[in-house]
């Protein structure tokens, strides 16, 4: 029998870069979204014909998750949909809406034999502490709606594995940068200013983060689902930098450190001093995984953010 890993979001800033991780470990993939597939996409499924597959769909409408599963019967998924809409998804109506929509998702599959489901949570599921994060000894005590939610799912993934006997596991997602990433963001919003040659307004950059490219983290959750790896995992590099450090590496790559002006503005109220992951089980589990350091992931960025304005 195939196996058949649907993977929700899959045109998403993590979604599309799992398709190849996945399509090189045997699997059909199945893409859902609420749109068309966007062109990088639908090129690589040019390129395996008969592997890549897509279903326009709105996982939110009652009748979503369940139709998705009959038509599909995917043997693992891997659930990556969310809001995550940059400065909306913190505080987003739509937040009860996923949960509600990913349980059903969630009992669709298990009820029609389904083996594995793994899940994307959220770094800010934790309580905030002043040293990198294991899953063992954090706390979890979600501050925001966005985390909250992604703790109630959690619950319920707990919940119906117990009751299904199916194999799951929960990936937390700490800071991610890459291709295709909205330009607000710190990164893009960076390598974009000082390639035009304008300085870049930053906070004093004390603010201790593990940034991991997005092209890994997606590697990573390929590997977990193609795994019998259960219960929580933290999803990332475990390598640790300052803000300010990872901006001095830009400006350093660019050729324009004199552009960056850290302490310009103020940090946001809600900035915690660390948050980091304790990347330890994840290295474990699985060799091989985060093979460039982050240098290398910024020097790709800033390539394919010239290549990706100069429409190459």
């Not at 979204?33 to 996982?59: K, M, N, Q, T, W």
């Not at 963001?185 to 974009?192: E, N, Q």
């Not at 000082?194 to 307004?201: I, K, S």
């Amino acid at each position: 029998m195939n196996r058949r890993a649907l993977v929700t979001g899959g045109t998403g800033f993590i979604g599309r870069q799992t398709i190849a991780p996945l399509i090189e470990r045997g699997f059909d993939v199945w893409l859902t979204s609420r749109g068309p597939l966007p062109p990088d996409v639908s090129a690589l499924a040019a390129h395996e014909p008969g592997r890549i597959h897509h279903r326009v769909i709105d996982l939110l409408a009652a009748d979503g998750p369940a139709s998705v599963i009959e038509e599909i019967r995917p043997t693992h998924l891997l659930h990556l949909a969310w809001d995550t809409r940059h400065g909306v998804f913190w505080t987003s109506p739509e937040n009860d809406a996923w949960v509600a929509a990913s349980r059903r998702l969630l009992e669709a599959f298990a009820h029609g034999g389904g083996h594995r489901f793994v899940g994307a949570g959220t770094c800010v599921e934790y309580a905030p502490v002043d040293h990198p994060i294991s899953e063992t000894t954090g706390v979890l005590h979600a501050a925001t709606p966005y985390g909250r939610a992604k703790l109630a799912f959690r619950q319920r993934l707990r919940e119906v594995a117990d009751q299904s006997g199916i194999s799951t596991a929960w990936g937390r997602v700490f800071h991610l940068f890459g291709p295709y990433e909205q330009l607000p963001r710190l990164v893009p919003a960076a390598i974009d200013a000082m390639v035009r040659g304008e300085p870049f307004l930053a906070t004093p950059g004390t603010q201790i983060r593990d940034y991991s490219s997005v092209v890994d983290v997606a590697a990573a959750f390929a590997a977990i689902l193609d795994s019998d790896l259960e219960g929580d995992v933290n999803v990332a590099s475990g390598v640790l930098s300052t803000v300010a450090g990872v901006l001095h590496r830009i400006g350093d790559i660019i050729g324009r450190p004199d552009l960056l002006r850290l302490g310009a503005i103020s940090p946001p109220p809600h900035d915690v001093p660390v948050l980091a992951a304790d990347a330890t089980r994840l290295r474990t589990h699985f060799a091989g995984l985060f093979p460039m350091p982050l240098e290398g992931r910024l020097q790709e960025m800033v390539d394919w953010w010239r290549c990706h304005r100069a429409s190459c």
